[in-house]
């Protein structure tokens, strides 16, 4: 059998029908599944909670180790995460994904009370193998091709408020649809471009009813788009596209900051379709 076709059997022990249902206890650490280097995995039907958070998961060094997350995705194609539940007591994400993988879903999961957002996927325009503080090395090019679809997300950021539902810091070629994100302390959806060498391009966000956002923080909305560094040297143009969301109780309003970066945000009070 080779490496790719291995797969982990767990026999529970026999119990009566009036028994409770056995439980899986992990020791107390930052994630549960890491999916590294592998093609072609389905995670179905499992329940996350009481992890604990890598560092502050936002601003470490993003693509090198998707960190605060309990299923980590990294170097894989064709990963799957479905109809899982990810719960409160969660330190971060759900699920983070980096460093190159590729066709990747996460579809009809749960996301309620987590300690930071839903999903996460990190990454550069090109390789940058440089490790700073709170991050691991690896080759740091951006994910391709992630959907995340009919996922329930709501009451994020129990733990730190700088997050998303879904944030994308960056990766390409991305569709986020039929999604409900609810009660969010920054921003809802986020295709966003940061650290002056990468930008979040392609993707489109469609179908999603996005409500109850920004309730904690200022200068930004439901969603953002933030193009960074020299307009000269990476070009600032994404091709994302927002079309026929559902937007409602918003706190901000739309904003320009004229500063190095350039933040778009979709943040009105009213239903946009």
């Not at 605060?68 to 799957?80: E, G, K, M, P, W």
């Not at 733990?159 to 649809?177: E, I, M, P, Q, Y």
């Not at 009813?209 to 600032?236: C, K, Q, R």
Request: proline share 4%; with cysteine.
């Amino acid at each position: 059998m080779s490496d790719e076709e291995q797969t982990i059997y767990v026999w529970l022990p026999q119990e009566s029908a009036s028994s409770a249902p056995t439980n899986a206890v992990a020791p107390v650490t930052d994630t549960a599944i890491v999916v590294d280097g592998a093609s072609y995995v389905t995670l179905s039907n499992l329940s996350f909670t009481d992890l604990t958070y890598f560092a502050d998961g936002y601003w470490d060094g993003p693509a090198q180790q998707p960190s605060d997350a309990a299923v980590r995705i990294n170097h894989a194609t064709s990963v799957r995460v479905e109809a899982s539940n990810f719960l409160a007591s969660l330190g971060g994400y759900g699920v983070a994904v980096g460093n190159a993988s590729v066709d990747c879903a996460v579809t009809g999961c749960v996301f309620d009370y987590p300690g930071q957002g839903g999903v996460i996927a990190f990454g550069f325009d090109a390789d940058n193998t440089t490790c700073s503080a709170g991050c691991a090395s690896g080759t740091n090019k951006q994910p391709q091709r992630l959907t995340v679809s009919f996922c329930v997300m709501a009451d994020l950021g129990q733990t730190l408020v700088h997050v998303a539902g879904v944030g994308l810091r960056s990766a390409s070629n991305c569709r986020v649809a039929h999604n409900r994100v609810t009660r969010c302390p920054r921003y809802a959806l986020q295709a966003d471009s940061f650290y002056l060498v990468q930008n979040s391009r392609s993707n489109v966000f469609e179908f999603n009813v996005l409500a109850e956002t920004n309730t904690l923080t200022t200068d930004t909305g439901a969603i953002e788009m933030l193009g960074s560094g020299n307009p000269n040297a990476i070009n600032w143009w994404t091709n994302n596209t927002i079309r026929f969301n559902n937007i409602s109780d918003t706190v901000s309003q739309l904003c320009f900051l004229p500063f190095m970066y350039f933040f778009f945000c979709l943040c009105v009070s009213c239903n946009l379709e």
